[in-house]
């Protein structure tokens, strides 16, 4: 049965030029039409779009609506939320990585959630202490205690997350204590498109009970941010929510908050009111950032 009507739906995942769509209709296979790849645009996870030439199963994306957000690796668009799994310890949280995906996720309007684990062997204190003045939201994850993770069932109730972390930070043990049976959709799914759950790198968005949907990103990495998801160096200030209340207060108006004169921001670190540690991943930042020709970042 073929018809010539068009629906809406999202993409699920996109794999070898298949795009799985989640539809009125049930879950359908796509493919893309050729114009997007004139156009340089790759639908993916997350993607609201436009089906056409449905058959059974099978339609055709031709029309990707547009997007409120998108991060290029892992391939992503319209996140609400980026859920950051971090241990107080074994592994050391790497800070340092954290703020360059705190900055990243805050210049996509995208809303940080720290998910702390490990609480039971050692306080989050200096954790909370560091981030209590960027935007981020805490959740503060023991498994005693269920309401600590339900919360954050609650928050991307509804939403499009994703979830990343190091390795050893206990990711895999905080989704499934979320989504009860999300080993099981994993297995599903990978069995429909006959291949194993390792073989790709390719990310997909799962539908929660809550009505929410979440993405398990392995994929991020520090080498990929800075290749791809650079923020320009005079709009990483901004990216900085606990800079905010300097602005304007420098000497110079075109401070940088790196060694300036007269540095409000500077000021506020070294009084503590900035934790060093943050001021310093900024200036990192910042220095990766003035190697960046703006015509070298790919939209
Ligand atoms: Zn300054």
């Known amino acids: 049965m073929s018809n010539t009507k068009s629906i809406e739906g999202m993409l699920l995942k996109a794999i070898g030029g298949l795009y799985f769509a989640e539809t009125p209709l049930g879950i359908l296979e796509c493919k893309a039409r050729g114009i997007f790849r004139k156009q340089n645009i790759s639908p993916c996870a997350g993607d609201k779009v436009v089906i056409t030439d449905i058959s059974d199963t099978k339609g055709v994306v031709d029309k990707i609506l547009p997007r409120k957000n998108s991060i290029i690796r892992p391939p992503l668009a319209n996140l609400d939320y980026i859920v950051f799994v971090t241990s107080t310890c074994e592994p050391t949280p790497n800070l340092t990585l954290l703020d360059k995906f705190l900055a990243i996720a805050k210049y996509k309007d995208i809303k940080s959630i720290i998910a702390v684990t490990k609480l039971d062997l050692q306080k989050n204190a ?31 109730s509804g939403k499009i997350t994703a979830f990343t972390g190091n390795t050893g930070v206990g990711k895999s043990t905080l989704l499934n204590h979320i989504v009860k049976d999300l080993d ?18 390719n990310v997909e968005l799962f539908k929660i009970d809550n009505g929410g949907y979440i993405a398990d990103t392995p994929g991020f990495s520090t080498f990929e941010t800075q290749k791809y998801d650079i923020i320009l160096k005079d709009e990483l200030a901004s990216c900085f929510p606990e800079f905010n209340e300097y602005e304007g207060k420098c000497r110079f108006l075109d401070c940088a908050h790196i060694k300036e004169k007269g540095c409000a921001v500077l000021e506020a670190v070294k009084s503590g009111e900035i934790p060093s540690s943050r001021h310093n991943s900024y200036v990192e930042m910042y220095e990766e950032a003035k190697l960046i020709k703006e015509w070298e970042i790919k939209k």
């Not at 805490?138 to 991307?156: A, H």
């Open 184 to 201: 099981l959709k994993t297995g599903e799914i990978s069995q429909k498109l006959g291949r194993g759950r390792h073989t790709t790198r």
């Open 126 to 156: 200096e954790l909370i202490d560091i981030y209590k003045k960027s935007d981020a939201e805490f959740i503060e994850v023991d498994y005693d205690n269920p309401d600590s993770y339900m919360k954050l069932y609650d928050m991307i």
